[in-house]
């Protein structure tokens, strides 16, 4: 089953901890997104990375680390900085072909203990 | 900065009615706009794209430069159509921002 795997479904946090969410893609996309919906919110940029070793900070990055040491790999550390982490997170990727659609992981929802 | 607006967070129409989500941007360069659909309990998915001028499921969108839109369109809105709508732009450094997003509900 090809595309954009994303783990786990459901996470729970404890105060003071940090939790890694993972997303893999075997589409052989060069970039990678993390993205947080909130209700009324919208999709909002955490991170992105356009390229191996390399990533950028999105809109909202204040409380969040990122990872990109492999093409296939992006994961997402929500730190105990981020002090309202419950949401549903997003990772997506694209293709480096100059169309730039996004396809989409089934989502991780995390919530606080 | 790039910006991407919906206005509404809800449109409820009747089934056969013409529908129009809004969507209005700012970008200062040359943007590729999408419209994105999440339906229930599937990802979120590529509806559309300006570049390709398409009609997927009966959905078309114009981007007009003067006014900053892209909306999206349908003559006759069907149950199936009913979902999450979110418009997004893509501009330098393949950096893509969303809207907030439309809930579109069908009504039968």
């Known amino acids: 089953d090809g595309g954009i795997t994303q783990s786990p479904k459901y996470l729970f946090r404890k105060e003071g901890q940090n939790v890694t969410l993972s997303c893999e893609q075997n589409?052989?996309?060069?970039?990678m997104y993390w993205y947080r919906q909130d209700p009324g919110q919208g999709l909002r940029l955490i991170y992105y990375s356009q390229i191996v070793n390399d990533f950028q900070k999105g809109d909202i990055a204040e409380g969040y680390s990122v990872s990109r040491e492999k093409k296939e790999s992006f994961p997402l550390t929500v730190t105990s900085a981020q002090k309202n982490p419950t949401a549903f997170y997003l990772c997506?990727?694209?293709?480096?072909?100059?169309?730039?659609?996004?396809?989409f992981g089934a989502g991780t929802r995390l919530s606080v203990l | 900065a790039q910006r991407v607006t919906q206005p509404e967070k809800l449109l409820s129409v009747f089934k056969g009615a013409p529908v129009e989500l809004k969507c209005n941007y700012s970008?200062?360069?040359?943007?590729?706009l999408f419209w994105y659909v999440q339906y229930s309990r599937q990802r979120l998915q590529l509806l559309l794209r300006?570049?390709s001028r398409e009609s997927i499921k009966g959905f078309t969108a114009d981007l007009n430069k003067g006014e900053t839109s892209f909306h999206l369109k349908k003559p006759f809105a069907q149950e199936e159509d009913s979902a999450m709508y979110y418009c997004?732009?893509?501009?330098?450094?393949?950096?893509?921002?969303f809207g907030t997003g439309t809930k579109l509900q069908v009504i039968p």
């Open positions: 997506a990727s694209s293709d480096s072909t100059g169309l730039n659609i996004q396809y």
């Open positions: 300006h570049i």
């Open positions: 589409l052989n996309h060069d970039a």
């Open positions: 970008y200062s360069g040359s943007p590729e």
């Open positions: 997004a732009l893509s501009g330098g450094y393949q950096k893509v921002t």
